[in-house]
């Protein structure tokens, strides 16, 4: 079956830019996480859902950032007024419940120039 | 705060040896331990996650054992391949946190 998928798969942009993030989990997963995978310093959580619960944000490092789930399925990463430090792989997974085995997105690669 | 470590960073060794990979973390109180591969420009692909009440896990060549007391996870890699070439990253979650990753260690295995 389908696995993960996030779009676009590489994003360049200029700084103080806007960007939206998008993940589609597998069919059925009722948890949606966020990762960001910056050089050097490894992944880091930013964000998760689980079914129509409010979601952790404990991990999103500032308020440029926010994410959204509709419908308990597709999610969106929205980044406001991009700076360069926000450059990075953002991965998006999704699992069966919470806690449970993480399945991930191939990523989307983001550039702020 | 949960910190977790892997060593060695990084290993290049020849096809055939069998390979032993660690993962130290601070606070031993996890929900589960899950060992990861990345290949370069790609996602992860889940290899095996271990319960806090389990030992080891096993999925073909590789085998993952937990010892939690002593905060440490190692992933065995019997009879390593070109194929086996990646980026390995431990991860440790409570039951209601999210996922902590190590830093990984990045392996090539040469003909």
Known sequence: GAGVSQSPSNKVTEKGKDVELRCDPISGHTALYWYRQSLGQGLEFLIYFQGNSAPDKSGLPSDRFSAERTGGSVSTLTIQRTQQEDSAVYLCASSLAHPGTQYFGPGTRLLVL | ?111
């Open chain 2, 1 to 111: 705060k949960q910190e977790v470590t892997q060593i060695p960073a990084a290993l290049s060794v020849p096809e055939g040896e069998n390979l032993v990979l660690n993962c130290s973390f601070t606070d031993s109180a996890i929900y589960n331990l899950q060992w990861f591969r990345q290949d370069p420009g790609k996602g992860l692909t889940s290899l095996l996650l271990i319960q806090s009440s389990q030992r080891e896990q096993t999925s073909g060549r590789l085998n993952a054992s937990l010892d939690k007391s002593s905060g440490r996870s190692t992933l065995y890699i019997a009879a390593s391949q070109p194929g086996d070439s990646a980026t390995y990253l431990c991860a440790v979650r409570k039951v209601t946190d999210k996922l902590i990753f190590g830093t990984g260690t990045r392996l090539q295995v040469f003909p």
